[in-house]
């Protein structure tokens, strides 16, 4: 059969049109325990799991499931101490959560003003010292300014009073905690919420543990945690005991039936109905050979890697419009790679990325490859090439020898050319 192939289905959230995300969730998603278990508003949660088993899925569902119910504060790790886009310069991880709760109840001020008017005068003096402490100096007159009201602007005019000087102290903390909740509840929802995505390459994964010691403290009816956690961060001793008795810890686990069925609803949105399972594309064989190269690359079973497959096998079939065989291996292997593991250099452990493994390199092809990263295709690379491999021979031996670390079908290179 001629398909008809839409791409929408397989593309990045970030790539798809607003329209697109609908139907995506509409048509593709297919929601698990762990992510019911996550919009639990009653209690902070942990899902953790490993690339490309859904937890970032699982985190934005959540975000979708308690939109207007739940303010939900968002704190990725570039925003925790130390981190790339740190709010304040020095603090730890209650501040940098503070300071984005700040942030978050100033954009909805901003555009729900009329949200004021419910605040009592305990809680409009908290939302001042929030703002003004957390923020730039002008973020509170900016604020003043968008709303414009003369009944609102003794709130903005009064001096600034230091209600809580530290952030360390037992005190201190639990009363920023307390108040952010009743000013949240002030402003019409039933809890603060705040959510966290961290990636599996992400350079805060040591400093989880830091994050987690912060939780006593943290401790309030109205106010919970959700994680969407890497499972190598909640292995050992990286999150301490303590935690496991006040989160519920739910990991992603998936068979390779519940991945195909996944894979399924992706194919089915993207022909339309034309296709309806992985094996109207290719012999059950071909699939069992490509099942072991997904769950190879990411270490156990996960939708991320099927779709990718199915994504992988609609291409291929495109071209010759007949069911694949296992003749057809390497052309499916060299796409799904294509679509689903980049390659990404780590000079800190030298060696590469591809997609979610890490393969560690012997040094000199490890040079090999930061040469060409660096410079691409010129004089000055093959220059600096020779002086790695010693001669034009070797440079060719030892390209070889990097296609067979680095590429998963190595006669057929889809990362050195």
Not at 240 to 250: A, L, N, P, Q, Y
């Amino acid at each position: 059969m001629t398909l008809k192939i839409e791409r929408w289905p397989f593309l990045p959230f970030e790539s798809r049109s607003p329209q697109e995300t609908e139907l995506w969730w509409a048509e593709c998603y297919v929601p698990t325990v762990a992510a019911d278990i996550l919009q639990d508003l009653s209690r902070s949660v942990i899902v953790s799991g490993c690339a490309g088993s859904g937890k970032s899925v699982a985190a934005t569902a959540l975000v979708r499931e308690t939109a207007g119910r739940s303010l939900m504060i968002d704190y990725p790790p570039a925003y925790w101490p130390g981190g790339k886009y740190v709010w304040l310069p020095e603090g730890n991880h209650l501040r940098q959560m503070m300071a984005c709760a700040a942030n978050r109840v100033r954009e909805l001020l901003s555009s729900q003003p009329d949200l004021l008017a419910g605040l009592s005068s305990v809680k409009q003096e908290f939302l001042r010292w929030l703002i003004q402490k957390h923020l730039d100096e002008r973020a509170l007159p900016r604020l003043a300014d968008k709303i414009k009201s003369p009944d609102t602007q003794p709130l903005f005019n009064l001096p600034l009073k230091d209600i809580y000087a530290t952030d360390s102290t037992p005190a201190h903390a639990k009363g920023q905690i307390e108040e952010l909740v009743d000013l949240v509840e002030g402003l019409g929802f039933e809890n603060v919420m705040v959510r966290i995505d961290l990636p599996e390459t992400n350079s805060q994964l040591e400093g989880v543990a830091d994050l987690f010691e912060w939780l006593e403290l943290l401790q309030h009816p109205g106010f919970t945690i959700k994680a969407a956690l890497p499972e190598t961060a909640v292995e050992g001793k990286r999150i301490g005991d303590e935690v496991r008795g006040r989160f519920s810890i739910t990991p992603l686990l998936w068979s390779r039936e519940a991945c195909q069925i996944v894979a399924n609803h992706h194919l089915r949105a993207a022909t339309p109905s034309q296709c309806r399972e992985l094996a109207d594309l290719a012999v059950s064989g071909l699939l069992d050979e490509l099942a072991a190269e997904v769950e190879k690359l990411f270490g156990q079973p996960t939708p991320r890697g099927w779709v990718a497959l199915a994504a992988a096998l609609l291409e291929s079939y495109a071209t010759t419009n007949k069911p694949l065989t296992n003749a057809d291996r390497d052309k499916v292997v060299c796409a799904f790679f294509t679509k689903c593991a980049p390659l990404r250099l780590d000079r800190i452990r030298r060696g590469v990325w591809r997609g979610p493994q890490f393969m560690a390199l012997d040094d000199q092809p490890f040079r090999f490859i930061e040469v060409l990263w660096q410079a691409g295709d010129s004089s000055a690379t093959m220059n600096a090439l020779l002086e790695i491999a010693g001669s034009k021979e070797n440079v060719n031996t030892l390209a070889s020898r990097v296609r067979r670390k680095i590429e998963p079908v190595p006669k057929t290179p889809i990362y050195l050319h």
